[in-house]
Protein backbone atom coordinates (compact mmCIF):
# COMPACT_ATOMS: atom_id res chain seq x y z
CA UNK A 1 0.00 0.00 0.00
CA UNK A 2 1.10 3.50 -0.62
CA UNK A 3 -0.77 6.38 0.88
CA UNK A 4 -0.54 9.84 -0.54
CA UNK A 5 -1.13 13.31 1.67
CA UNK A 6 -1.02 16.63 0.68
CA UNK A 7 -2.67 20.56 0.58
CA UNK A 8 -2.19 20.34 -3.43
CA UNK A 9 -6.26 20.33 -3.38
CA UNK A 10 -6.80 19.30 -6.97
CA UNK A 11 -5.28 18.55 -9.71
CA UNK A 12 -2.26 18.33 -8.93
CA UNK A 13 -2.49 15.23 -6.64
CA UNK A 14 -3.15 13.44 -10.00
CA UNK A 15 -0.06 14.12 -11.75
CA UNK A 16 1.76 12.52 -8.56
CA UNK A 17 -0.72 9.39 -9.09
CA UNK A 18 0.25 8.97 -12.80
CA UNK A 19 3.55 8.59 -11.65
CA UNK A 20 3.44 5.91 -9.57
CA UNK A 21 1.42 4.32 -11.15
CA UNK A 22 3.91 4.51 -14.53
CA UNK A 23 6.42 2.94 -11.67
CA UNK A 24 4.01 -0.15 -10.87
CA UNK A 25 2.09 1.28 -7.97
CA UNK A 26 -1.45 0.14 -7.89
CA UNK A 27 -2.52 0.23 -4.67
CA UNK A 28 -2.79 3.74 -3.91
CA UNK A 29 -5.22 5.38 -0.96
CA UNK A 30 -5.70 9.17 -0.87
CA UNK A 31 -5.04 10.49 3.06
CA UNK A 32 -6.04 14.18 2.51
CA UNK A 33 -5.11 16.87 -0.72
CA UNK A 34 -6.74 19.54 1.73
CA UNK A 35 -4.05 19.49 4.65
CA UNK A 36 -3.79 23.23 5.60
CA UNK A 37 -1.94 24.78 2.96
CA UNK A 38 1.65 25.48 3.62
CA UNK A 39 1.46 24.19 7.42
CA UNK A 40 3.77 21.43 7.70
CA UNK A 41 3.13 21.73 12.08
CA UNK A 42 -0.61 20.86 10.62
CA UNK A 43 0.20 17.90 8.78
CA UNK A 44 2.29 16.74 11.33
CA UNK A 45 -0.95 16.86 13.87
CA UNK A 46 -2.93 15.15 11.59
CA UNK A 47 -1.09 12.44 9.71
CA UNK A 48 0.02 11.16 13.57
CA UNK A 49 -3.65 11.08 14.26
CA UNK A 50 -4.47 9.35 11.08
CA UNK A 51 -1.52 7.14 10.08
CA UNK A 52 -1.10 4.80 12.76
CA UNK A 53 -4.37 3.39 11.80
CA UNK A 54 -2.98 1.82 8.58
CA UNK A 55 -0.88 -1.37 7.82
CA UNK A 56 2.67 -1.39 6.91
CA UNK A 57 3.37 0.68 4.02
CA UNK A 58 4.94 3.75 2.17
CA UNK A 59 3.59 7.28 2.88
CA UNK A 60 3.98 10.20 0.98
CA UNK A 61 3.91 13.20 2.53
CA UNK A 62 3.94 16.72 0.26
CA UNK A 63 3.42 19.78 2.40
CA UNK A 64 6.40 21.94 1.17
CA UNK A 65 6.42 25.26 1.77
CA UNK A 66 10.08 25.01 0.77
CA UNK A 67 9.75 24.15 -2.52
CA UNK A 68 12.52 24.90 -4.87
CA UNK A 69 14.85 26.10 -2.08
CA UNK A 70 18.33 24.07 -0.24
CA UNK A 71 15.94 22.20 2.09
CA UNK A 72 16.42 18.90 1.60
CA UNK A 73 13.96 15.42 0.04
CA UNK A 74 13.85 12.43 3.09
CA UNK A 75 12.97 9.52 3.97
CA UNK A 76 11.71 7.96 6.92
CA UNK A 77 11.85 4.35 8.25
CA UNK A 78 9.62 3.86 11.26
CA UNK A 79 9.47 0.15 12.00
CA UNK A 80 7.54 -1.24 9.25
CA UNK A 81 6.85 1.92 7.17
CA UNK A 82 8.25 4.97 5.26
CA UNK A 83 7.56 8.48 4.91
CA UNK A 84 8.87 9.83 2.19
CA UNK A 85 8.69 13.86 2.05
CA UNK A 86 10.01 17.28 2.24
CA UNK A 87 12.65 17.74 5.33
CA UNK A 88 10.82 20.53 7.22
CA UNK A 89 9.78 18.62 10.52
CA UNK A 90 6.23 17.11 9.52
CA UNK A 91 6.98 13.63 8.93
CA UNK A 92 8.84 12.92 12.62
CA UNK A 93 5.75 13.26 14.58
CA UNK A 94 3.56 10.85 12.49
CA UNK A 95 6.99 8.51 11.83
CA UNK A 96 7.27 8.05 16.12
CA UNK A 97 4.12 7.58 16.06
CA UNK A 98 4.14 4.65 13.54
CA UNK A 99 7.27 3.51 15.40
CA UNK A 100 5.48 3.12 18.68
CA UNK A 101 2.20 1.63 17.31
CA UNK A 102 4.17 -1.42 16.19
CA UNK A 103 5.47 -1.93 19.81
CA UNK A 104 2.87 -4.96 20.73
CA UNK A 105 3.87 -6.55 17.33
CA UNK A 106 7.04 -6.65 16.60
CA UNK A 107 8.83 -4.73 19.65
CA UNK A 108 9.81 -1.86 17.86
CA UNK A 109 9.38 1.53 19.78
CA UNK A 110 9.61 5.29 19.02
CA UNK A 111 13.14 5.06 18.86
CA UNK A 112 13.12 2.66 16.17
CA UNK A 113 13.28 5.53 13.12
CA UNK A 114 15.88 6.16 10.46
CA UNK A 115 15.92 8.91 8.25
CA UNK A 116 17.02 8.77 4.65
CA UNK A 117 18.05 12.22 2.49
CA UNK A 118 17.22 11.47 -1.05
CA UNK A 119 19.00 12.56 -3.84
CA UNK A 120 16.95 15.60 -5.36
CA UNK A 121 19.20 16.84 -8.22
CA UNK A 122 17.72 17.91 -11.17
CA UNK A 123 14.00 17.48 -10.98
CA UNK A 124 11.69 18.89 -13.96
CA UNK A 125 10.59 21.51 -12.29
CA UNK A 126 11.62 23.78 -9.00
CA UNK A 127 8.10 23.49 -7.78
CA UNK A 128 6.60 20.47 -8.09
CA UNK A 129 8.85 18.21 -5.96
CA UNK A 130 5.65 16.14 -5.23
CA UNK A 131 5.99 15.07 -8.68
CA UNK A 132 9.33 14.79 -9.73
CA UNK A 133 11.17 14.35 -6.39
CA UNK A 134 9.51 12.63 -4.13
CA UNK A 135 6.79 10.57 -6.40
CA UNK A 136 10.16 8.31 -7.90
CA UNK A 137 11.76 8.09 -4.34
CA UNK A 138 8.35 6.76 -2.89
CA UNK A 139 7.80 4.95 -5.50
CA UNK A 140 11.57 3.24 -5.13
CA UNK A 141 10.93 2.22 -1.38
CA UNK A 142 7.46 0.84 -2.45
CA UNK A 143 9.06 -1.70 -4.96
CA UNK A 144 12.61 -2.44 -3.30
CA UNK A 145 10.64 -2.75 0.21
CA UNK A 146 10.76 -0.90 3.69
CA UNK A 147 13.97 -2.79 4.97
CA UNK A 148 15.88 -2.66 1.58
CA UNK A 149 16.33 1.46 1.77
CA UNK A 150 19.70 1.43 2.54
CA UNK A 151 20.45 -0.35 -0.58
CA UNK A 152 18.51 2.11 -3.31
CA UNK A 153 21.18 4.45 -4.92
CA UNK A 154 21.07 8.01 -4.05
CA UNK A 155 18.98 7.39 -0.43
CA UNK A 156 21.79 8.07 2.31
CA UNK A 157 21.02 8.04 6.32
CA UNK A 158 21.68 11.09 7.62
CA UNK A 159 21.59 12.19 11.64
CA UNK A 160 21.02 15.55 11.23
CA UNK A 161 17.21 16.88 10.16
CA UNK A 162 14.38 19.07 10.91
CA UNK A 163 12.32 18.09 13.22
CA UNK A 164 9.21 18.80 14.66
CA UNK A 165 7.66 17.84 18.48
CA UNK A 166 3.81 19.00 19.35
CA UNK A 167 4.41 21.30 22.08
CA UNK A 168 3.51 19.76 25.73
CA UNK A 169 0.90 22.26 27.71
CA UNK A 170 0.91 23.16 31.05
CA UNK A 171 -0.80 21.27 33.43
CA UNK A 172 -2.34 21.20 36.77
CA UNK A 173 -4.79 19.62 38.84
CA UNK A 174 -7.42 22.47 38.17
CA UNK A 175 -5.70 24.20 35.24
CA UNK A 176 -4.14 24.01 31.66
CA UNK A 177 -2.56 26.02 29.50
CA UNK A 178 -1.43 25.20 26.05
CA UNK A 179 -2.47 26.57 22.20
CA UNK A 180 -4.70 25.32 19.72
CA UNK A 181 -2.65 23.22 17.36
CA UNK A 182 -5.49 22.78 14.58
CA UNK A 183 -8.98 24.08 13.99
CA UNK A 184 -10.71 21.47 11.60
CA UNK A 185 -13.20 21.58 9.03
CA UNK A 186 -16.33 21.52 11.59
CA UNK A 187 -14.14 24.61 13.26
CA UNK A 188 -13.10 22.82 15.99
CA UNK A 189 -10.76 24.31 17.83
CA UNK A 190 -7.98 21.50 18.94
CA UNK A 191 -5.54 22.41 21.70
CA UNK A 192 -2.64 20.80 23.14
CA UNK A 193 -4.32 19.91 26.29
CA UNK A 194 -4.34 16.52 26.62
CA UNK A 195 -7.96 15.23 27.46
CA UNK A 196 -6.49 13.45 30.36
CA UNK A 197 -7.43 16.49 31.94
CA UNK A 198 -11.12 16.37 31.93
CA UNK A 199 -11.25 13.02 33.28
CA UNK A 200 -14.06 12.39 35.87
CA UNK A 201 -15.09 16.20 35.01
CA UNK A 202 -17.93 15.39 32.43
CA UNK A 203 -21.02 17.51 33.76
CA UNK A 204 -18.54 20.57 35.16
CA UNK A 205 -18.19 23.83 34.05
CA UNK A 206 -15.04 25.58 32.68
CA UNK A 207 -13.92 28.50 32.27
CA UNK A 208 -11.98 29.22 28.51
CA UNK A 209 -9.83 32.01 28.31
CA UNK A 210 -8.88 33.31 25.22
CA UNK A 211 -7.84 36.84 24.07
CA UNK A 212 -11.48 37.72 23.29
CA UNK A 213 -11.97 37.12 26.94
CA UNK A 214 -13.53 34.26 29.72
CA UNK A 215 -16.97 32.12 28.78
CA UNK A 216 -18.09 29.57 31.12
CA UNK A 217 -18.74 26.90 29.17
CA UNK A 218 -19.63 23.07 30.23
CA UNK A 219 -16.89 20.03 29.70
CA UNK A 220 -19.69 17.03 27.90
CA UNK A 221 -18.94 13.70 26.33
CA UNK A 222 -21.12 14.56 22.65
CA UNK A 223 -22.25 17.78 20.92
CA UNK A 224 -25.08 16.14 21.81
CA UNK A 225 -25.39 16.82 25.71
CA UNK A 226 -25.67 20.60 24.86
CA UNK A 227 -28.46 22.48 22.89
CA UNK A 228 -27.61 23.38 19.50
CA UNK A 229 -25.42 26.41 18.57
CA UNK A 230 -24.52 26.19 22.43
CA UNK A 231 -20.49 25.92 23.06
CA UNK A 232 -18.44 23.48 25.17
CA UNK A 233 -15.48 21.82 25.68
CA UNK A 234 -14.46 17.89 25.21
CA UNK A 235 -11.88 15.56 24.07
CA UNK A 236 -11.67 14.72 20.57
CA UNK A 237 -10.68 11.37 19.14
CA UNK A 238 -7.09 12.33 19.04
CA UNK A 239 -7.05 12.57 22.62
CA UNK A 240 -7.21 16.16 23.11
CA UNK A 241 -9.40 18.48 24.50
CA UNK A 242 -11.46 20.50 21.71
CA UNK A 243 -13.24 24.02 21.87
CA UNK A 244 -16.29 23.86 19.95
CA UNK A 245 -20.23 24.38 19.26
CA UNK A 246 -22.94 21.90 18.85
CA UNK A 247 -23.69 22.13 14.88
CA UNK A 248 -21.97 25.48 14.95
CA UNK A 249 -18.20 26.48 14.89
CA UNK A 250 -16.00 26.57 18.02
CA UNK A 251 -13.01 29.08 16.32
CA UNK A 252 -15.49 31.92 15.37
CA UNK A 253 -17.57 31.23 18.84
CA UNK A 254 -14.06 31.32 21.01
CA UNK A 255 -12.22 33.35 18.68
CA UNK A 256 -9.67 30.75 18.07
CA UNK A 257 -6.79 30.05 15.27
CA UNK A 258 -3.81 27.96 15.20
CA UNK A 259 -1.56 29.08 17.34
CA UNK A 260 -3.56 31.07 19.40
CA UNK A 261 -3.27 30.81 23.75
CA UNK A 262 -5.84 28.71 25.78
CA UNK A 263 -6.42 28.26 29.58
CA UNK A 264 -9.07 25.82 31.02
CA UNK A 265 -9.38 26.83 34.71
CA UNK A 266 -11.93 25.05 36.71
CA UNK A 267 -11.16 27.43 39.78
CA UNK A 268 -12.38 30.33 37.62
CA UNK A 269 -15.43 27.99 36.63
CA UNK A 270 -15.77 28.39 40.80
CA UNK A 271 -15.10 31.77 41.11
CA UNK A 272 -17.18 33.02 38.60
CA UNK A 273 -20.18 31.03 40.17
CA UNK A 274 -19.73 32.08 43.78
CA UNK A 275 -20.98 35.74 44.19
CA UNK A 276 -18.62 38.27 45.97
CA UNK A 277 -20.10 40.57 48.76
Not at 3 to 28: E, Q
Not at 79 to 91: E, F, K, T
Not at 159 to 166: A, C, H, K, N, S
Not at 220 to 246: M, R
Request: with cysteine.
Amino acid sequence: MLTLASDFGSPYPAAMKGVLRSHGVVDLVDVAHDLPRNDPRAAAFWLRFVLPEFPPGVHLVVVDPGVGTDRAAICVRAGDHALVGPDNGCLLPPARALAASGEEDDGGDAADIEVFAVDDADPRSSTFHGRDVFAPAAARVHEAGVDAIESLDGFARVDGYDDYEIPSAWVEAETAAGEVLVVDDFGNAVTNVPGSFLDGRVGETIAVETAAGVRQVPVVETFADVAKHDPLVTVGSHGYIECDVNQGRGDEAFELAPGRAVTLSFEEAVAAAVPTA
